[in-house]
């Protein structure tokens, strides 16, 4: 009889004491330093959880869902069966996968900006990069930055999808054979506007005039948005935009390649910018580079790389941002990735850490704003 209430108490003792649960993600590092944490502005409070303190715990885990698309999980809160006072992140794959199929995290799971899933889904954002060399040798490489964290070498032409949208700095860099290195840079901006406004420009070396200047026809070439358009032009030899046609030609002083760039402001005054590294004349093509690119807006209806986050607050009360109300400004970093060691289940985890900001909603009426979201999680994945 004894020794069954020695049982008992040992029993008792296990379901109090968390050091005879599975072993779990380590929560704190050195010196007790939390490893995992969230802190934020939620309707204009502070507030703070970290792994480790209070009784708070990483849960990590992936599910997939009916379209096939894997779902990782970051979940912090208290080991108390409660989930109030809690925050969860859910990451979506960038693509379905088959039953069961085990993914390259790095390609799952990347530093970028990425979209808020809403009912219905979100619109992802195509661009097709095609690199444009001079008549000189062919670039030995190419380097291409895609403002959104993600980069690509070694092609010509590429095809890159954006999560969200926003502005972005897209930049290339190729070497030539002859030890030259020429760059371009662009900065546009993608809108969930069904026909975004974007432009285009051409040019046309002259040969050299009798006045001994050198000049260039230009023509730009505007679609989407709503006309009229208004045209103005930096052709790179000045620091300043000047009106003018889409169609026109601009006399340089001397030979050389300039960066010029076309804005066109449409009626309801969006604007687009692009840039180009222009020759004026045969000879300045022999180490230059530039790059086209076109917008497509798809509808991402499987919430591919969307994210959710749902807040439960101290009474039980469940908010999330998957709301077609989700403002477009609303914003989720993925800041850094790194391995992390397998969950109690035996998973493999990673270390994910991410900026945000929201709104999370109970219903119509109730809402919460969170601000300055900052955490670092861990994801299970397969």
């Known amino acids: 009889m004894k020794r069954s209430y020695l049982y008992i108490l040992i029993g008792a003792v296990c379901l109090l004491n968390i050091t005879c649960k599975k072993e779990h993600l380590q929560q704190q590092g050195p010196g007790g330093t939390p490893v995992f944490s969230f ?24 599910t997939q869902d009916s379209n096939g698309v894997y779902n990782f999980t970051g979940n912090l809160q208290q080991y108390a069966a409660s989930s109030n006072n809690s925050i969860k992140f859910i990451l979506n794959d960038y693509q379905a996968s088959t039953p069961n199929q085990s993914i390259n995290v790095n390609n799952s799971i990347k530093i970028g900006t990425f979209a808020y899933n809403v009912p219905g889904g979100t619109i992802s954002y195509s661009v097709f990069f095609s690199a444009l060399p001079g008549n000189g040798s062919y670039p030995t490489s190419f380097l291409w930055n895609f403002g959104d964290g993600s980069t690509a070498t070694n092609v010509d032409t590429i095809t890159h999808i954006y999560s969200s949208s926003g502005k972005y700095r897209a930049s290339l860099v190729t070497h030539f054979p002859t030890g030259c ?27 050299k005039d009798s006045s001994g200047t050198w000049p260039v026809q230009f023509i730009d070439s505007a679609f989407g948005g709503s006309s009229p358009y208004s045209y103005y032009w930096n052709f790179g030899d000045s620091l300043i935009y000047k009106a003018g046609g889409n169609a026109l030609t601009h006399n340089y002083l001397s030979s050389g ?75 989720f970093q993925v800041t850094s990735v790194n391995p992390y060691q397998n969950n109690e289940k035996g998973q493999t985890t990673c270390q994910v850490g991410i900026k945000f900001n929201c709104i999370v909603y109970a219903s119509p009426t109730d809402s919460l704003v969170i601000k300055n979201g900052t955490a670092v999680i861990a994801v299970a994945y397969k």
């Open 39 to 62: 802190s934020g502005i939620i309707n204009g409070t502070p507030v703070t959880y970290s792994a480790g303190i209070n009784n708070y715990y990483m849960y990590s885990s992936y």
């Open 181 to 207: 290195v020429d760059s371009l840079v662009n900065t546009f901006s993608l809108s969930n506007t069904v026909s975004p406004l974007t432009s285009s420009f051409y040019y046309t070396p002259q040969s």
């Open 257 to 331: 390649i300039y960066k010029v760039s076309a804005m066109v402001i449409d009626k309801a005054n969006d604007t687009a910018i692009v840039s180009l590294n222009v020759p004026t004349d045969t000879a300045s093509q022999a180490c230059l580079i530039n790059y086209r690119y076109t917008e497509t807006n798809i509808a991402n209806q499987f919430g591919f790389s969307d994210v959710t986050i749902i807040y439960t607050d101290a009474t039980g009360k469940q908010y999330t941002s998957l709301n077609s109300r989700q403002p477009g400004h609303s914003k």
